[in-house]
């Protein structure tokens, strides 16, 4: 385990960066090992988790309120190259929510970002590529009260007075920019110290930078890069936010005041809403990662691991319990279990926290809805389960013995009487030929996917692995644009599904249609060893005790096709009509005989 990117809080405590969380970068099939945020005594004991994110956690600070500003990587079915934003919490882990750049192409990434000086809402960070620099970049003020997507909330670009700052969308977004910046130091909000490398020649030295287009340099050196200035000065201590948290305790509320409240369900009706899904997800272990073509055809990143539903009430309010310390993301559901909107993210809560939305998407610089809700008087809902534990959406167990009981006695590879030839939807027969030209994909960790589930995926509109990072327009990705979903409803060849066997179909769809459930069952041997070790750590630094890798007990026996009614043709009625077709003449004298209407 690797711990690095500590800070200092008011309180004494220190707040870090640690590898302990067993988690690989995906992208790069786990050759990377993701940090999550922890707290510690001054001492180094009594560590706590605070963070259980899918992606690095990055140069945690205290902001001039007493929250702390990080860097959080995520992508759950989003760019990875354009997804490193600014995130702040308070610092027992409570209160996580994003701070700048969620849903938005650009920038990239921000790192090493700071507070300005008195300020409650400007923050000064680098922003850089995915590929090309090393976070090197350029040197960007940042203002939350403007905004906190694209370019809406930048001030000033360092070196570039007076000029406007466009959201330019590239992979090396700052490789021919010059100078490059590192670590910057806000003094003030004019003045700032910075390591500087100002052209490809230089070496990179300790500066001081400010507003107007000026740098000065203090100090550089011909055998070292000079790095992370921090000024020797005594400096106001910011505010402590008393902890949140109830030590020990498994759960949290989650209260959302008006799911129709933002964006997010911009158009929806009213009273659409029924229930909420609630999910959580498998992150990568170390060395292993879901690349394209590993865990689904086209995604998702991650494992899915259903939890269960909740109500919505009639206003648009819920108020329900979650586990703590676990990554949660929700659907809103039609009346007919139909995801109508879809998060690509998650949030965690704290042991004890009561963690509120104020609706689907809806800004942080709005104010906060003060109303009464019919969820607010009621106590919190507990989740109902969907079809028994918490456990990784694997298609062969949740989806196949549906297509066994209803398709497969048609769809098995074999002719019809007719001689026609369908599409092959069995479970027991693996693809061989499994190749991909996408850039990114799982090359030889890859297609480990049965002949079924290659051929039924083709039949399903979703976002796929990696979607427009820009906010979905609501009912988007809806089930009923799908064509499987289309064709089961029109009748196809009198198949009538059951509301498990739909509610099954609907959430794979609905979680972006992944084939594999767990890690260690078919993709890597050593997911079971690094899954203990994780466990392990997550008991010891959360209290937590959730096993991803949880496989249920074997189905008994084989599913019995259950075949469909014979369709029966309806009657065709002789209408009888005579003299058709009728000429212009006899148009014309039918229709003075009828008279007016």
């Known amino acids: 385990v690797d711990n690095y990117d500590s800070c200092y809080l008011p309180d004494r405590r220190i707040i870090f960066t640690s590898t302990a969380c067993m988690i690989g970068v995906p992208c790069v099939y786990g050759n990377s090992h993701v940090t999550n945020s922890y707290i510690c005594d001054a001492d180094g004991k009594g560590i706590r988790q605070l963070t259980f994110d899918q992606e690095h956690n990055w140069s945690p600070c205290v902001m001039n309120s007493g929250r702390i500003l990080y860097q959080r990587w995520e992508y759950a079915d989003l760019p990875h190259s354009n997804s490193r934003m600014l995130f702040s919490m308070n610092p ?7 701070f700048y750049g969620t849903n938005s192409l650009w920038p990239n990434g921000v790192f090493y970002a700071r507070p300005i000086p008195d300020s409650p809402s400007k923050v000064v960070g680098i ?4 590929h090309g620099v090393a976070r ?29 700052v466009e959201p330019v969308v590239a992979d090396n977004l700052v490789g021919a920019s010059w100078p490059k910046f590192l670590h910057p130091y ?5 003045y700032y110290l910075a390591a500087v490398q100002p052209t490809p020649a230089s070496r990179i030295g300790i500066y001081l930078v400010d507003v107007f287009d000026n740098l000065l340099l203090l100090r550089e050196s011909e055998s070292h890069q000079l790095m992370e200035p921090v000024p020797w000065r005594k400096t106001g201590r910011p505010p402590i936010v008393q ?3 109830v030590p020990g305790a498994k759960e949290a509320t989650v209260y959302l005041t008006d799911v129709y409240n933002g964006p997010g369900l911009e158009g929806v009706p009213r009273g659409a809403v029924k229930q909420l899904r609630v999910y959580t997800y498998g992150f990568s272990f170390q060395n292993m990662g879901g690349l394209l073509g590993i865990i689904g055809l086209d995604g998702p990143w991650d ?21 703590a310390n676990v990554p949660v993301a929700v659907q809103p559901l039609d009346e007919q279990g139909r995801a109508m909107q879809l998060m690509r993210s998650w949030m965690t809560a704290m ?14 610089n709005d104010a906060a809805l003060l109303k009464t809700t019919l969820a607010i008087n009621r106590p919190p809902a507990r989740i109902t389960p969907w079809h028994g534990l918490t456990r990784g959406f694997d298609y062969s167990r949740e989806v196949q013995p549906v297509i066994d009981r209803y398709c497969v006695g048609c769809h098995n590879g074999e002719p019809l009487a007719d001689g026609t030839v369908t599409v092959n939807l069995r479970g027991d027969l693996k693809i061989d030929d499994f190749k991909m030209v996408t850039a990114g994909n799982g090359g030889g960790h890859g297609g480990r996917f049965s002949v079924g589930y290659a051929e039924l995926h083709r039949y399903v509109r979703r976002s796929g692995i990696e979607s427009d990072i820009h906010l979905l327009t609501p009912m988007e990705y809806h089930a009923s644009t799908t064509e499987l979903v289309q064709m089961l409803e029109k009748g196809h060849h009198g198949v009538v599904l059951d509301d498990e066997a739909w509610d099954r179909i609907l959430t794979w769809i609905d979680m972006n249609c992944p084939y594999h459930g767990t890690w260690g069952e078919e993709l890597n041997p050593n997911a079971k060893q690094q899954n203990a070790r994780r466990m392990e750590l997550a008991k010891r630094y959360a209290g937590l005790e959730d096993d991803a890798e949880y496989v249920p007990p074997a189905a008994a026996g084989p599913v019995e096709f259950l075949r469909p009614a014979p369709v029966v043709k309806p009657t065709v009625q002789d209408l009888g009509a005579t003299s058709w077709p009728l000429s212009a003449d006899q148009a014309a004298k039918r229709q003075a005989a009828a008279g007016e209407i």
């Open 243 to 245: 902890d949140r948290i």
């Open 136 to 164: 090197q970049g350029e040197m960007i003020i940042f203002d939350t009260a403007l905004g906190r997507q694209e370019a809406s909330g930048v001030v000033q670009r360092i070196g570039d007075w007076g000029k406007k």
């Open 127 to 130: 922003v850089s590529g995915h």
């Open 92 to 98: 027992d882990g409570t209160s996580q929510s994003a």
């Open 186 to 190: 806000p003094l003030s909000d004019k």
């Open 303 to 323: 494992m899915r691991r259903v939890i269960g539903t909740v109500p919505v009430a009639e206003d648009g309010s819920a108020k329900f319990m979650v586990p």
């Open 351 to 364: 042991p004890g926290e009561v963690l509120q939305c104020n609706g689907c998407h809806e800004s942080q």
